[in-house]
């Protein structure tokens, strides 16, 4: 039957089902088929984004997140403009291509300028060679074009779900978490010319096989560029904590996170799709792994080490004893054991955005 499915030319919501149901036999069909289009249609490379997640201070409080603004557990910080810079510089020199500026949810002038200032600069010291993409959450349409003006490219805002009932059970439903102004954000950021990229948690508390294939097909229902998702990894500093016991377990959710980024791939087969850093929170192998199924972008964490156990959005988060150096060496070697080639020096667009 998984032989059939994959030879269809469109799947059905069912069709998905069934694929992320697939047992381990079936699922080897599945990445082979996933790995084969990745292959032949964005080729076997690996883009890097260097990952610089310069503040954790967030006005939300969704129920997942352990840098959620009600969560008194930890220390705040926020990264000077010079840390920044240096980190971007570090990207620049080392061949990244591009980069991601990360951080929690703020809206106000002061953030709204600063970053326009922090992406001018860091296009001035590329030369405009790096690539930026942004992870800076829910903003009106006039401080996403005045990001878009001051030389961001990509943006990144997740969905979570694509199930409003399930939005709710994971934020809060007031006006700072709303579903709908979410998905308009994300139509904001396209009809402004970025290329889009949303994503959401597999696994979480509530979520049935039926509203991950709702989400896949969402994300094509919008035609994004591009793609961030990872397994759901509970923090015991959040109301979610409570249903730690109702869950798959950690296996099994990286498991169907692969089978995800498969049919992700195979659906839309020339979108970007990452290999979270959460996959590596529960295997040591994880990100590799994407790899294989279908991801091609690899985010390596350039944030100065001091500071990377405090962007604790989960338990476990790999990597936060390492500095930038090392987490690139690491990386260099896991994509080579993955028989993948790094793409050194270039931006990595998504084919879907320039084919468009």
Known sequence: MIKDLL????????????????NDEDAVLL???????????????VYY???????????????????????????????TDDEIINAARYAYVEGYGSLVLQSGELQNKNFTDRISRLLKKIKELSGNKLGITISLGEQTTEVYQKW???????????????????????????NLHDFNKRVDCLLDLKRIGYQVGTGVMVGLPFQ???????????MKSIDIDMCGMGPYIEHKDTPLYKYRNNLLSLRERFVLTLKMIAVLRIIMPDINIAASTAM????PLGREKAIKVGANIIMPNITPGMYRNDYSLYENKPCTDEEASDCK??????IRIAGSEIAYGEWGDSLHFLNR
Not at 7 to 22: F, G, M, N, R, Y
Not at 59 to 76: A, L, P, Q, V
Not at 329 to 334: G, H, Q, V
């Open 7 to 22: 030879q269809k030319e469109h799947l059905s919501k069912q069709d998905i089902v069934t694929l992320l149901q697939a």
């Open 31 to 45: 990445f082979k088929k996933s790995s084969q289009i990745r292959d032949s249609v964005v080729a076997n490379k």
């Open 49 to 79: 984004r260097g990952l610089i997640e310069f503040s954790n201070i967030c006005e939300k409080d969704c129920f997942y997140c352990g840098i959620r603004k009600s969560n008194k557990n930890f220390e705040r910080y926020n990264l």
């Open 148 to 174: 878009f003006d001051s030389g961001a490219h990509r943006y990144l805002l997740r969905i979570e779900s694509s199930n409003p009932e399930l939005y709710y059970k994971i934020h809060p439903k007031n």
């Open 208 to 218: 049935t096989y039926e509203d991950l294939a709702d989400d896949l097909l969402f």
């Open 280 to 283: 590596q929170a529960i295997d």
């Open 329 to 334: 060496n690491c990386l260099e070697a896991r």
